[in-house]
Nanobody, 125 residues
């Protein structure tokens, strides 16, 4: 098992940046494909970005491409989401998740075994 704790959320103006961190404990995070998801009020949870176990393969949804970057430091058991050029529509609770079911990345919530508690990101106009 692995426990995930997100941090780094907050309130930022449009055009600003935030860096989210996901600290893992328990089993080494290097054994999992990792992903970031977000959920806005009244909306379904959606995939944001994913990264393979080694970090060599990444994928992000179209709405954040060129603005968000997922990375990982397996030595520190941590996964990051660098968010630049933030927009009000990026406002949501952001979750990190770990999957033991796939090899590179997956956008499906059902493929992820473990979830963090989430961190709020609010982008003001």
């Amino acid at each position: 098992q692995v426990q995930l704790v997100e941090s780094g959320g907050g309130l930022v103006q449009a055009g600003g940046s935030l860096r989210l961190s996901c600290a893992a404990s328990g089993r080494a995070v290097s054994t999992y494909v990792m992903g970031w998801f977000r959920q806005a009020p009244g909306k379904e949870r959606e995939f944001v970005a994913g990264i393979s176990r080694s970090g060599g393969t990444t994928y992000s949804t179209n709405s954040v491409k060129g603005r968000f970057t997922i990375s990982r430091d397996n030595a520190k058991n941590t996964v990051f989401l660098q968010m630049n050029s933030l927009k009000p529509e990026d406002t949501a609770v952001y979750y990190c998740a770990a999957s033991s079911k796939v090899t590179y990345y997956t956008v499906r919530t059902n493929d992820y075994d473990y979830w963090g508690q989430g961190t709020q990101v609010t982008v003001s106009p």
